[in-house]
């Protein structure tokens, strides 16, 4: 069974830094994909924030753009996000999974981010 374990949230001010981890246990799954960053704020729906393929070829959402750095470890199964100049906006529970939905596993748990004015 294929587990995507998040890890790296916490309390961090504005302006502060977080490095987030999301480990695959399966090779197979993380080496397919294009894997996302995916982040869910009370009450709203869960949004898409960055995707690196394979190869390291990465997109953001625009509110992210220049602030968040996704990255991956092909060898250890393994996605980073790099977050810096943190928002309250930001506050989030944030996930992993590929970017296609099709080929989504169920959700981890997630790791929440809370960023205080």
């Known amino acids: 069974q294929v587990q995507l374990v998040e890890s790296g949230g916490g309390l961090v001010q504005a302006g502060g830094s977080l490095r987030l981890s999301c480990a695959a246990s399966?090779?197979?799954?993380?080496?397919?994909?294009?894997m996302g960053w995916y982040r869910q704020a009370p009450g709203k729906q869960r949004e898409l924030v960055a995707t690196?393929?394979?190869?390291?070829?990465?997109n953001y959402a625009d509110s992210v753009k220049g602030r968040f750095t996704i990255s991956r470890d092909n060898a250890k199964n393994t996605v980073y996000l790099q977050m810096n100049s943190l928002k309250p906006e930001d506050t989030a529970v944030y996930y992993c999974?590929?970017?296609?939905?099709?080929?989504?596993?169920?959700w981890g748990q997630g790791t929440q981010v809370f960023v205080s004015s």
């Open positions: 999974n590929a970017e296609a939905m099709l080929a989504r596993i169920p």
């Open positions: 399966v090779t197979f799954f993380f080496n397919i994909n294009t």
């Open positions: 690196i393929t394979r190869a390291g070829s990465t």
